[in-house]
């Protein structure tokens, strides 16, 4: 067997414009519609079939409603169980956010880059978007947070039982690692860029 | 692997079968790592919010 050609690693993490390179721009950036665009198109279609098919709220569910529903149902009960009962109107982001990575890392895990001029591409392995979706859910916690308590969601940074010579110290590091929490989030996901 | 296959019986079994089934166990891998980057992603998101709708 002779040399089957150099493999570039870093090839598949490559962003490439598609088309839109010329004209699309907004305030001066290009906006070309990129590969990495085109997956998180194609992982929402894949994911809307999905959910559309199983989406018929038979009394006796066929296969592809349990699967849909078991999907749900996971979300539902990682939401009741951490957050509580009101964590139930957080369900339609949660399932999305995981619902999203979960699909947009399964695509990139295909092994479609056999078929000639297909080239398969993970969009979360790239930290402009692990980035966003990390901004969006700290933004939402900001939100819910001073919005149901106002200027006392504060002592979120001042845990119970604290003594009151370490009040100096304390909410110090509570708020680093609060702040830390968005970055925390996004490298998570794209560093083992899989 | 299909090199290994195509010199001999021998060489085969001792370096193409175990090529093949590490290719196999790294792909579980990925799709297991697949899940639970989704997964922790949403418990995290689901703690920090646990955090931001029950203030102590």
């Known amino acids: 067997m002779a040399e089957q050609g150099k493999v570039d690693p870093m090839h598949q993490f490559m962003i490439e414009p598609l088309f839109g390179t010329d004209h699309w721009t907004i305030a001066g950036h290009n906006i070309a519609f990129t590969n990495s665009a085109l997956w998180m198109l194609i992982t929402f279609v894949v994911l809307f079939a999905f959910v559309a098919g199983g989406a018929k709220g038979q009394t006796v569910p066929g296969r592809w409603q349990v699967m849909v529903e078991g999907l749900v149902g996971f979300i539902d009960n990682l939401l009741a169980a951490n957050v509580g009962p009101k964590g139930k109107k957080y369900v339609p982001y949660i399932f999305s956010l995981f619902s999203f990575i979960l699909f947009s890392n399964v695509l990139g895990l295909l092994p479609l880059g056999l078929i000639k001029g297909v080239h398969p591409f993970t969009s979360t392995s790239h930290f402009t978007v692990t980035g966003v979706l990390a901004i969006l859910s700290f933004s939402i916690v900001l939100i819910v947070g001073f919005a149901r308590h106002g200027l006392h969601f504060f002592s979120l940074f001042v845990p119970h039982g604290t003594p009151a010579w370490l009040l100096w110290l304390i909410p110090v590091i509570e708020l680093i690692s609060f702040l830390v929490r968005p970055f925390s989030l996004a490298l998570r996901l794209f560093f083992p860029a899989l | ?56």
């Open chain 2, 1 to 56: 692997m299909i090199s290994s296959t195509n010199s001999g019986m021998l060489w085969g079994t001792v370096v193409g079968l175990p090529s093949f089934a590490l290719m196999i166990a790294i792909c579980a891998l990925e799709i297991l790592v697949a899940g639970i980057q989704a997964y922790v992603f949403a418990l995290l998101t689901s703690l920090y919010l646990n955090d931001a709708e029950n203030l102590h």
